[in-house]
C-alpha cells in the first residue's frame, strides 16, 4: 500500500526524482510546516523551487583538469551571488580539497579530530568573504543556525559540507534554506543522471 501524497506535493509538479531527492535532504514534516507558512503569505519563489543537485564522481585530490576548473569558477559564482553550496560525499571523496580549490574561500574547521563534538562557532570565526563550514554536522547547531540567519539576512553565499544527505537533514537547517538558492553538489562512486 503506498502512503498518500502530502498537499505541497502539487505545487511541485507530482512526484518526480528531484522530490526524492528533496526527500533524502529535507524530511516531509518539514516541507510539510514551511509549505503550510508559506500558503499563508504566497510569495515568491515556492518554498525549496530554488534548490539544484549536481552529481559528479567522486574526485579525492584529482581536480586540475579543464572541467574542474570551470566547476570551481561555477560554485565560486553560485555563492558570491548569495547562493548556498552543500558538499556531500562519503569520507576521502574530495570534500575539503574542493573546497581548498575554491580560494578566496576560507575554511571554518573547528571540528577536528580529538576536539569537541559540537564544536562551537564564533562570530569572529566566520570571514568577511566566502567561507565554508568543513564537516558542519560535527558543529554545533545553534551556531550553524545563527550564521544561516545571519547570512540570509545580508543575501550572503557561502558552503556547507556533510558526508551524507541524512546529515543534512538531521541538522534540521533545511526549514532555514527553503527559500535561499541552494546547490548540492554531491560527491559520488557512480554520477546518477541529473
Not at 548569495?82 to 570534500?95: D, E, F, I, T
Request: aromatic letters at 8%; proline letters at 6%.
Amino acid at each position: 500500500m503506498t502512503a498518500a501524497q502530502p498537499a505541497w506535493l502539487a505545487d511541485y509538479g507530482g512526484a518526480s526524482a528531484a522530490l526524492e531527492r528533496l526527500r533524502s535532504y529535507v524530511g516531509n514534516e518539514i516541507v510539510a510546516r514551511v509549505y503550510e507558512a508559506w500558503k499563508q503569505i504566497r510569495s515568491e519563489p515556492v518554498p525549496f523551487s530554488h534548490w539544484r543537485w549536481h552529481s559528479v564522481t567522486a574526485p579525492g585530490h584529482r581536480q586540475d583538469s579543464s572541467d574542474w576548473f570551470e566547476l570551481h569558477g561555477r560554485l565560486r559564482e553560485h555563492m558570491a551571488g548569495g547562493g548556498v553550496l552543500v558538499v556531500v560525499g562519503r569520507a576521502r571523496a574530495g570534500k575539503t580539497c574542493l573546497l581548498e580549490r575554491l580560494k578566496p574561500l576560507l575554511i571554518i574547521d573547528n571540528a577536528r579530530p580529538g576536539s569537541e563534538r559540537e564544536a562551537p562557532i564564533a562570530s569572529e570565526d566566520v570571514p568577511p568573504g566566502l567561507f565554508a563550514i568543513d564537516e558542519t554536522a560535527a558543529h554545533d547547531r545553534h551556531d550553524v543556525a545563527r550564521v544561516i540567519a545571519e547570512t540570509t539576512r545580508v543575501n550572503r553565499g557561502f558552503a556547507m559540507v556533510f558526508q551524507r544527505p541524512e546529515s543534512f537533514r538531521d541538522g534540521g537547517i533545511g526549514a532555514q534554506l527553503a527559500m535561499r538558492p541552494v546547490l548540492f553538489l554531491e560527491l559520488v562512486d557512480h554520477p546518477a543522471s541529473v
